[in-house]
């Protein structure tokens, strides 16, 4: 039959042209016959018909594809369209509602679990009742408000967002993903209380949907999903309503794709032999591994929960086999949970448990000592971020003994630790005994800010000549050998009042909270600044000179401040590990913008002193318009925290929080 492929005599014509007839012309266009026709269509005999429908040999195999639907598109049977999509668009846009109490509160929502098998290595569920997205629209509005007000006053118009609702946002989803006008209408008829997703990598998966309407459940189904009936089979088991994707599939019934919904569900999974026509032998729910680290989440209940297996998960992301033996050696395997709440209505909370697969010690274990949280009592009370931890020996130590488990570990530890121990030593110092041994209490770095002081020097920069930057930080370290830490502080004060003598930094004592400190100067016209650093009974302290001094004369304060008080109410119990960060430091982000020509001057001023103009800086009445505008929406937030913890049998916890104000 003439214009088969490849042409009858074989391969492609010399110096890249085509025949004249048979295969492809010489030009690069389509022989009159054979092959491909002259204008670009198809043949009305051989390779395609002219209408673009297959040929009945050659080609394509004869099966016609059912024609496409008015306005729509094919669609793979186990795309998640709107049912999924709109679960996660509530939990992306304010997810999570519920207060919280104790412990093990993870596993009242774990829809589904039972009806999955114990292989699955994931599974993660959420609400999606009214209540819950009723409260998820209360919290949007919240937010929402403010910054529309803010967009008024700097643009004149709020862009319609103060009439945006969640509910706008559900609507507008499914009407983009055509799959209905509205959520009211189209999903809330049938949709339930939860949804869950579980699987195993590469392997299956089931998606689990409580139902409240099965007739509705199956219109939806029909509509978005069965768009070409002559590719499903229909059946029924029992209260199930059975479609089983049959399109070009050689594949036993069992392992097809299928969905299928019953009175109370609708499941969409990747074999129909994981419908839960009857429930299986060895359920999710009843794995273990699976109950004990939900049960680990501490909070009472939550909206959205998580389960996984780490090494499935670390396959899953195709890391580097050293990365893997190194997560692997510091025992941070094993299985994880997730879950996220708001406890009282306004902490924002996501809170996660690891139980590593070993028993022994794990990296986990190199922060495991509780810190003293009143230990913010050192820090400056407008302190912006803090990070707070305890016991530096111990993770040393764990640190060590874990990295000496391998020949190559070993022999980078013995090496760092010479050379430490030789740098050490210049001073007078031996690094095991002189400084590792007694650093067995809390430890902390802190960032602080005076808004007011910054708002001064950004409506007049040369205000920043005298006096302090509105800017402070610095090191606090627990002392629990006040001989040792002092002996520090003078070793460091011989090596500084050396080099000061020869780079020209003036390296003074004084004595502050009973404690005989190095006080470093390194002011110039344009930039006032000390540096301290002390110790006296109860902490050393390396930081700039206003802070160091109160931390010395123990008159911080950050411990009796509100929003921090506030925040230690959602922090776990015997927290490990803690990072702090105060609203102010969005007010602070506003000013460093505010500050960039005030800034500029002062850095002109270092480098020498230079008169050239820079541009002019905003006025006290600007900068208070402006901050006015930002508080709107900052004053929404008292703070965010991040704590740890470590349990008895070696399971870690952390938590993250993001606290409305009251």
Known sequence: MSGQYPPPQGGYPP???????????????????????????????????????????GGYPPAKMPPAKTGGKR????????????????????????????????????????KMPNTFDIYASIRTDDGYINSLNDIFVRLRDPIAQVMRDMTGSSGEI??????????QFVQNNGIGTTFNSSIRPWLGNYAA????????????????????????????????????????NGDFTIFTFSYQSSEPEANRQAIAISNDGLYMVSRRALIPTTAPSSPLSGDSKFTATLSALPAGSYNITLYGNVDALLSMARLDGQIVRAINLLGMNGTIAGGATILDGRSFTIDVALKP??????????????????????MPQNTLLMAQGSNLKQAYDVGISLLRTSATGSQIVDQALQQISSATSIIGLNFQSDIVDWLTGDYAIYLAADINRLISIASNPSSALSGDLGMEFGLLIKVTDSGKASNIVERLAGILGLAGSQVG?????????????????????????????????????????????????????????????????????????????????????????VLGPSI?????????????????????????????MASRVISLFNSSTITTAVLSDGTFLARANITLAP
């Open 15 to 57: 110096q890249g042209g085509y025949p004249p007839q048979g295969g492809y012309p010489p030009q690069g266009g389509y022989p009159p016959q054979g092959g491909y026709p002259p204008q670009g269509g198809y043949p009305p005999q051989g390779g395609y018909p002219p209408q673009g429908g297959y040929p009945p040999q």
């Open 75 to 114: 669609r793979a049977p186990l795309i998640i369209g709107g049912v999924i999509g709109a679960i996660a668009l509530v939990a992306v846009i304010a997810f999570f509602v519920l207060r919280g109490g104790g412990g093990g509160g993870a596993l009242a929502n774990t829809y589904g679990a039972d």
């Open 162 to 171: 103060d009439n945006l609702t969640l509910q706008n946002l559900l609507d």
């Open 197 to 236: 997703i579980g699987g195993s990598f590469g392997v299956d998966f089931m998606l689990a949907i409580a139902i409240t309407n099965k007739t509705e459940a199956i219109n939806f189904v029909r509509t978005n999903f069965v768009l070409y009936p002559q590719d499903w089979i229909e059946s029924q």
């Open 357 to 378: 697969s070993t028993t022994g010690q794990t990296a986990f274990s190199t922060i495991s000592t509780p810190i003293d949280l009143d230990f913010a009592r050192f």
């Open 505 to 593: 930094l003036r390296v003074n004592r004084e004595q502050i909270g009973g404690a005989n400190a190095i006080v470093i100067d390194m002011s110039n016209p344009g930039l006032p600044l000390k540096f301290v650093i002390g110790a006296n009974n109860d902490v050393l302290v390396m930081g700039t000179y206003n802070s160091a001094r109160d931390a010395l004369n123990g008159s911080g304060g950050l411990n009796g401040g509100g929003r921090y008080r506030d925040a230690r109410g959602y922090m776990l119990g015997n927290s490990t590990t803690l990072a702090y960060i105060d609203r102010e430091v969005l007010q602070s982000a506003v000013l460093l913008v």
């Open 600 to 628: 500029n001057t002062i850095f002109n001023n270092i480098i020498g002193g230079s008169n050239r103009s820079s541009s002019m800086p905003l006025s006290q009445a600007e900068i208070q318009q402006l901050q006015n």
